[in-house]
């Protein structure tokens, strides 16, 4: 038998029509840990406020640890359905300890119940996300420390540009990453607050310390405000906006390694036992992991813009709508968890073609501005250092040769052409934040030690 949390005015039984439509509980049951964790909070405050004894307390908080965890498999089977999480935790009290299960809800209502479990739960949805983050910063650097001096193009446009080192590369990401894990915490830091003891919406009656039950809880505080309290879902926004713009940085990423693994580029092999294959072609070997982080990155984004579209027109102060905040919050967690461990993975999988690499980041072309920098250390202005070389460049790709073939001239010295080396360029990006093999093996040091 389920207990009913409400009903007693209706004259008739909820319909199918109805049920179908309100319930909750297919996808609720995820905050079951988080329930039941915040009403034996609640049960606790009970008994500082005067409401229950020590020994009830003790009855139900034991009843409550007993509450087993929902099984689906077994209530398709039994037919045993519930509103939400919140109506199958008390009934199953009920069944355990009778009549004293109905003590609980004094004072309390689901309202800043759901709220507390929602952000119970986003706390550790984000530790559980920082910690993802933390690991897949920490193989980026160690790679970018083992390919300080890996030299490859560096593209602007999609265009060569200038050479970089491999180790640079994977140190940019290593920043965008740093800053994500930064807006997490920011993010966390500020939602960390309990809407227990809010009630529906004006606050409870009881002479309950709020503070002290929020640090019971492990919150840093209580919320002040308790019409926000119930209504308020911004840490749920900031915690999708995050998680959006991390799996951006990601989708960024494969996109790169797409380019670099294709077999035009060639510059990296996809590691096997993270790659698929063709069921038509014999020799397909496909980034699949690259291509779903950069399809869920745009679902992400449409959970983000989904829970503010509930959000945006919601009258104070709980709407049902908001039962709608869950789903999104369940399926980017399990998003993150799968595609931040799988991508880790396959970049430390990757297996480098350097000398590929290092031939594409010699070319000539690459190394123009070195040229020109060269010119122009001798007090030829800049600008006409850039033009002298474009031109040049000009006759050598209408002779088919290349600027050292073609040879000086005399405004391009010998030592000019000499510049047209690629570990020579490289060693120049000395300063800050540069892509000097040097530089890039203080910067991953940097980022290890920071984390
Ligand atoms: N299942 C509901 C939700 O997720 C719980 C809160 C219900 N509150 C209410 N006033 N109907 O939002």
């Not at 227990?196 to 503070?211: F, K």
Request: glycine content about 6%; aromatic content about 6%.
């Amino acid at each position: 038998m389920t207990h009913k949390l409400w009903g007693g005015r209706f004259e008739a039984e909820p319909s199918q029509l109805l049920r179908r439509f309100n319930d909750s509980f297919a996808f609720d049951r995820e905050l079951f840990e988080e329930d039941v964790e915040g009403s034996i909070a609640w049960a606790q405050a009970l008994v500082r406020a005067g409401v229950l004894t020590q020994n009830e307390a003790s009855t139900i908080v034991t009843g409550l640890e007993r509450v087993p965890a929902p099984d689906a498999a077994r209530e398709s089977q039994t037919d045993e359905s519930h509103e939400d999480i919140h109506a199958y935790v008390e009934s199953k009290l009920y069944e355990d300890i009778g009549d004293l299960a109905g003590k609980l809800h004094t004072g309390r209502s689901r309202n800043d119940q759901v709220a507390t479990d929602l952000r119970l739960w986003l706390k550790r949805a984000a530790i559980e996300l920082e910690q993802n983050v933390i690991a897949f910063m920490h193989t980026l650097a160690s790679i970018a420390g083992e390919e300080a001096a890996t030299p490859m193009p560096g593209y602007t446009h999609l265009k060569q540009a200038e050479p970089i080192t491999f180790g640079h590369w994977c140190l940019a990401y290593a920043e965008m990453l740093r800053r994500d894990r930064g807006r997490i915490v920011d993010a966390m830091a500020r939602g960390d607050q309990s809407p227990l003891g809010a009630g529906a919406l004006s606050g409870t009656p009881l002479d309950i310390d709020r503070q002290a039950l929020a640090r019971s809880l492990g919150f840093a505080r209580a919320t002040a405000n308790s019409l926000d309290s119930v209504s308020d879902r911004d840490f749920a926004a900031e915690y999708l906006f995050c998680a959006s713009l991390l799996l951006s940085h990601l989708s960024r990423m494969s996109e790169d390694l797409i380019f670099f693994t294709s077999d035009e580029v060639a510059f990296a092999e996809l590691p096997d036992a993270l790659s698929t294959g063709s069921s038509r072609m014999p020799q397909k070997k496909n980034p699949d992991v690259l291509e779903l982080v950069r399809g869920h990155a745009g679902r992400i984004i449409g959970e983000l813009t989904g829970l503010l579209a509930v959000m945006k027109a919601l009258p104070l102060a709980y709407d049902k709508d908001l039962q709608l905040d869950k789903e999104p919050l369940f399926r980017t967690r399990a998003t993150l968890a799968a595609a931040l461990p799988a991508l880790t993975a396959f970049v430390a999988g990757l297996t480098l073609n350097r000398q590929r690499m290092r031939t594409a980041a010699s070319k000539d072309l690459l190394l123009a501005t070195e040229v020109a920098d060269s010119i122009a250390r001798r007090g030829i202005p800049f600008r006409e250092a850039h033009g002298i070389v474009s031109a040049r460049i000009g006759e050598a790709i209408r002779a088919g040769k290349t600027l050292r073939e073609l040879g000086p001239t005399d405004a391009i010295h010998k030592e000019d052409l000499d510049a047209l080396d690629v570990d020579r360029a490289l060693s120049k990006r000395m300063a800050f934040g540069g892509t000097a093999p040097q530089r890039v093996r203080q910067a991953a040091e940097d980022v290890l030690k920071q984390l």
